[in-house]
């Protein structure tokens, strides 16, 4: 059901819901659509409207705003703003979906690079990956079955040689926004929902707890007065009180309200906000160049495609590739259409061995097919120097609350694991042909000396905003347990990347979902059976 809090009173106060979810990107959507026609009684609070399409407007993109450290400021200073979006969807308004789930080895400690790794295993979250996958539309969850890419790509990544420290991955992407909009997909199932109020124009502000912070009481919300002459006012505030509460406001918002709320949830060893990552991008770290053109099928390999897909008849069935002409536009409608491509990644031996962070490496082939582009996405360590704080300096235009303060660092350990990754990509190159290497990334000196903007090859931060609340089995390890809820909290739960222990190479959104698909079941049991009592 769609609400406003426009029409709320000031004062008012919403109460009697079993779960309060705050966020509507893809991991508070994906919650409460997990938790549409159940038993529990939800609201979702949104900071935008339910016409939101693209892009905020301007008065909410600004509560956004944030300062950045040292390093930041000469990477990316607008990474604040640009990286993220306030409003019904949010940035989902503005990705392809890119999909993928973890490696192994990103859930495990590995000595020599990380000792931190995942409290939970690989199996647990498998079937939520597969449910996650059903929201892009994806087809089988199948990115390890080679001979099927083949099939549909007509493709074949380098033939196996002996010593090979890559092999050929798969990633997909959904870009028809009536899909990777979660807002756009899910639009009839919330309206109709009777036990999901969508509550838009809904800002969280703070946090009310007991006094010894371990349980939440209520949350201190106001709405947002916009005109066109003077852009957006503080409007009426309300407050919210639930039973059970998850913030899925994105990476680097949850981590700021919990500060906002007198560093909700922290634990002995300081480490709410810390731990902060992003996937460093270099996007043209390299050129190649083979004696003759590489096989049409290997570049193929590469090449993004669109694939569409016949599914199955039955649960016994395979899905088939259909590449005939449409008759009818209309008959698309049986059809899965989605991106696919391949890329190199290191194999699970070769990261224990080298000791260094996962990656992917994209190749751009020129139109001859003899050169093409090394393009390099790795896994950042979970530096704890790396934090999300409050800049109490400066404060948002509208609420006149401290702004974030992103100190987004790479240490030595990153700027090996970038020399290491390029190292064997080309040596890989070598042995599969190539005769003619080019570094367009300088990537001599220390973590201090990149090569920055705006050159060529220069380091580039992508926009996933994880570990700033890590997930840990004990409480002095992380902010956020097994099932996402605070250690320190009894009801606040956290859904998004911000609970990532560890970031891998694959881009975030497949495992936000299916956390939050995970998280929506476990309220699900807690509080279903709570209510049976």
């Known amino acids: 059901m769609y609400h406003y809090a426009d029409h709320l009173p000031e004062g008012t106060i919403l109460s009697d819901f079993d779960i309060c979810i705050v966020g509507a990107g893809a991991a508070g959507i994906a919650m409460a659509q997990r938790l549409a026609h159940s038993s529990l009684k939800v609201i979702l609070l949104v900071s935008g409207g339910p016409a939101d399409r693209g892009a905020p407007s301007e008065a909410r993109q600004s509560l956004y705003q944030g300062t950045v450290g040292e390093f930041l400021r000469v990477v990316d200073p607008g990474f604040p703003q640009r990286s993220r979006l306030n409003m019904y969807g949010g940035t989902t308004n503005h990705f392809g979906f890119w999909a ?64 090979d420290k890559l092999e050929g991955a798969i990633m997909r992407a959904q870009y028809d926004e009536n899909l990777h909009d979660f807002q756009l997909q899910f639009r009839q199932e919330m309206q109709q929902a009777e036990n999901i109020t969508v509550l838009f124009n809904a800002h969280l502000l703070t946090i009310e707890t007991d006094e010894s912070q371990a349980h939440v009481s209520e949350l201190n919300c106001s709405t947002i007065v916009t005109s066109s002459s003077a852009g957006g006012a503080a409007g009426a505030r309300f407050k919210v009180r639930a039973r059970s509460y998850a913030l899925a406001c994105g990476g680097i918002e949850n981590a700021r309200l919990l500060q906002l709320s007198g560093d909700l949830g922290n634990n002995r060893r300081d480490m709410l906000g810390r731990g902060f990552m992003a996937h460093p991008l270099l996007t043209n770290a390299a050129r190649v160049t083979f004696e003759q053109p590489v096989a049409s099928e290997i570049r193929n390999f590469f090449r993004e495609q669109q694939i569409r897909l016949k599914p199955p008849q039955d649960d016994d069935g395979e899905y088939r590739h259909m590449v005939e002409p449409l008759v009818n536009p209309e008959l698309v409608y049986e059809y899965l259409m989605f991106n696919a491509w391949g890329v190199l990644a290191p194999k699970h031996k070769t990261l224990l061995d080298e000791r260094i962070g996962n990656f992917r490496i994209i190749l751009y082939f020129r139109d001859h097919g003899a050169s093409a582009i090394v393009n390099l996405n790795w896994e950042q360590t979970p530096n704890e120097s790396s934090r999300i704080t409050l800049d109490r300096k400066q404060v948002d235009p509208i609420f006149g609350q401290p702004l974030a303060h992103i100190d987004w660092r790479l240490n030595d350990s990153d700027k090996r694991s970038a020399v290491r990754a390029l190292e064997i990509t080309l040596s890989y190159l070598r042995d599969h042909g190539a005769v003619r290497q080019e570094m367009i990334t300088d990537v001599s000196g220390g973590a201090d000396h990149w090569t920055f903007p705006p050159h060529e090859g220069a380091l580039e931060t992508g926009d996933h905003h994880m570990g700033a609340l890590r997930m840990s089995a004990a409480p002095e390890d992380g902010i956020v347990d097994i099932n996402s809820r605070l250690h320190r909290v009894d009801n606040l739960y956290i859904a998004g990347s911000a609970v990532f222990p560890t970031g891998g190479y694959a881009n975030p959104t497949l495992t936000i979902v299916a956390l939050a698909l995970r998280l929506a079941d476990h309220l699900k049991r807690v509080l279903g059976s709570w209510r049976g009592h």
């Open 100 to 163: 993928r789930p973890l490696d192994a080895a990103d859930y495990m400690p590995r000595p020599g690079f990380r000792e931190v790794g995942w409290p939970i295993k690989q199996d647990e979250l498998a079937p939520y990956y597969a449910a996650a996958h059903e929201f892009g539309q994806f087809g089988p969850f199948n990115y390890d079955d080679m001979d099927f890419w083949r099939s549909v790509l007509y493709a074949r990544p380098f033939d196996t040689l002996p010593g």
